[in-house]
């Protein structure tokens, strides 16, 4: 069983930063992305951020490029998500997910992923 963990989240002001952590452990399995989403009240998750393990291509919604970095430490099999100019409108749950690398949808999409975290809430006040 495949677990992921994420850590980092919490109350700060708009203009600051939050460094997120997601930890994956259990058995060894083949990923081709992970990502971040994130989930308010009421709204369906949006995709933040993904990376492709192998290689380390990155990809970034639009709301957040040039604001957010994902990154990855393979030997340590995590993922991280450094968050830098945070506004109100950040506010949310933020998940860490990892795909099998067995379907086709986008890296984008929901749907791809097969492993999700427990999520972690960033909190941004104005």
């Known amino acids: 069983q495949v677990q992921l963990v994420e850590s980092g989240g919490g109350l700060v002001q708009a203009g600051g930063s939050l460094r997120l952590s997601c930890a994956a452990s259990?058995?060894?399995?083949?990923?081709?992305?992970m990502g971040w989403f994130r989930q308010v009240p009421g709204k369906e998750r949006e995709f933040v951020a993904a990376i492709r393990w192998s290689v380390g291509t990155t990809y970034y919604a639009d709301s957040v490029k040039g604001r957010f970095t994902i990154s990855r430490d393979i030997p340590k099999n995590m993922v991280y998500l450094q968050m830098n100019s945070l506004k109100p409108e950040d506010t949310a749950v933020y998940y860490c997910a990892a795909d099998r690398g067995v379907n086709t949808m986008s890296y984008d999409d929901v749907g791809r992923y097969d492993y999700w975290g427990q999520g972690t809430q960033v909190t941004v006040s104005s």
């Open positions: 259990g058995r060894t399995f083949s990923r081709l992305y």
